[in-house]
Antibody, heavy 119, light 109 residues
Framework: QLQESGPGLVKPSETLSLTCTVS??????????WDWIRQSPGKGLEWIGS???????YYNPSLKSRATISIGTSRSHFSLILNSVTAADTAVYYC?????????????WGQGALVTVSS | DIQMTQSPSSVSASVGDRITITCRAS??????VAWYQQKSGKAPQLLIY???RLQSGVPSRFSGRGSGTDFTLTISSLQPEDFATYYC???????????FGGGTKVEIK
């Protein structure tokens, strides 16, 4: 299971920070990538980035290097930081598990966390 | 970047109907395509991965086909619980980049 947590309101130009707590799996397993995906209100899905157990990260270039994904020291959670947010970053943010055996498909998702960017 | 064009954007159908949703990739993606169902206010749920492999627990009325650039999701006999929005997703390997289609809303006629 995955569960997102973090502030629901962030001011423009500030930093969005979310955590995904993983239970029932180990982030240390080489069997999965761990993803962040977002969905703007009424819009489609956008992949933000992924992290592998060894800390290797991949990001969507559309975010222009504003995103950072990391694994927590307890290895029971991973995090997303998004810098210099604007109203366009208002979205439901999902964390997801992507088994390597599933050919880039995410088979387990958190319930989502709505983050609103507003002053 | 590889673009994924999904059609139609919406479809009205009745219980028992057969419907097909199409995604076309701007370049070949092998079988790196997945299909998701999303109901209002909920997270997407995986239906199909590797273009044609049915996720565990998903009813067999859902099926996926295709390879290269053209992919389809078919629901053979719509059930009331199938009215939802469906998304395709493709993956570019190098550099790693996952891209979703624009979605297809399946509505009750």
């Amino acid at each position: 299971q995955l569960q997102e947590s973090g502030p629901g309101l962030v001011k423009p130009s500030e930093t969005l920070s979310l955590t995904c707590t993983v239970s029932g799996d180990s982030i240390s397993s080489s069997a999965f990538h761990w993803d962040w995906i977002r969905q703007s209100p009424g819009k489609g899905l956008e992949w933000i980035g992924s992290i592998f157990y060894n800390g290797i990260t991949y990001y969507n270039p559309s975010l222009k290097s504003r995103a950072t994904i990391s694994i927590g020291t307890s290895r029971s959670h991973f995090s997303l930081i998004l810098n210099s947010v604007t109203a366009a970053d208002t979205a439901v943010y999902y964390c997801a598990r992507e088994p390597l055996a599933y050919n880039y498909a995410a088979d387990s998702w958190g319930q989502g966390a709505l983050v609103t960017v507003s002053s | 970047d590889i673009q994924m064009t999904q059609s139609p954007s919406s479809v009205s159908a009745s219980v028992g109907d057969r419907i097909t949703i199409t995604c076309r990739a701007s370049q070949a993606v092998g079988n790196r395509v997945a299909w998701y169902q999303q109901k209002s206010g909920k997270a997407p749920q995986l239906l199909i991965y590797a273009a044609s492999r049915l996720q565990s627990g998903v009813p067999s009325r859902f099926s996926g086909r295709g390879s290269g650039t053209d992919f389809t999701l078919t629901i053979s006999s719509l059930q009331p619980e199938d009215f939802a929005t469906y998304y395709c997703q493709q993956a570019n390997m190098f550099p790693r980049l996952l891209t979703f289609g624009g979605g297809t809303k399946v509505e009750i006629k």
